[in-house]
């Protein structure tokens, strides 16, 4: 299993829209140093996720995992949704008041991520990532992440646990 940086670096990527957004008004508006810092930013977390997702698939002890019940998460969580409109709220880059935006975005990173939450992330789905609620036969409710699109909960998956309620597809190694 991997420490709570594993987490947080979920829920980081998840935050990269808003990034995004924030960069494409900064480059608009002939700010393009800025927008260019936050482009950097919004790449190296998204690398840095895509980095732990692989080697933990190559590293991490292999366990089987027969699931009870199995439901697509992909299309979870009205709050981040919300987080991804908020650059809306303002045209202008420099009437962005950074003293709300910042502090507000580190601490819903923070309790997504120390929490229990589920952590729905629109770019790993763009690059072939499902996210699947999995029901383990002792009741236990886990978030599955795999490239396999998944239909039944009839077969056994090869799994490692990424974080203590998020298990990623190993595949057969």
């Known amino acids: 299993m991997l420490n709570p940086a594993a ?3 979920l829920t980081f990527t998840a935050l990269v829209p808003v990034g995004l957004t ?17 482009l950097l930013v919004c ?3 998204l ?7 692989t080697r ?15 439901e697509a998460s992909d299309h979870e969580n009205t709050a981040f949704l919300i987080i991804y409109i908020m650059p809306l709220f303002t045209n202008k880059i420099n009437t962005l008041d950074r003293n709300f935006w910042i502090p507000t975005l580190i601490i819903f ?14 770019l790993l789905g763009l690059l072939g990532w ?3 609620r ?11 992440i795999t490239k396999k699109q998944l239909r039944t909960a009839s077969k056994t998956i090869m799994i490692g646990q990424l974080t203590e309620y998020i298990l990623l597809d190993v595949g057969e190694r």
């Open 43 to 45: 790449t190296g977390s």
């Open 47 to 53: 690398l840095a996720c895509l980095l732990v997702l």
């Open 56 to 70: 933990a698939q190559t590293q991490l002890p292999v366990s089987s995992f027969k699931a009870k019940s199995i």
């Open 109 to 122: 990173a923070v309790i997504t991520a120390t929490g229990y939450n589920y952590h729905f992330n629109p």
């Open 130 to 132: 499902h996210f699947y």
């Open 7 to 9: 987490r947080i670096l």
């Open 22 to 38: 924030y960069s494409w008004v900064a480059y608009r508006e002939g700010d393009c140093e800025n927008a260019f810092r936050i």
């Open 134 to 144: 999995v029901e383990s036969e002792e009741g236990v409710k886990y978030v599955l």
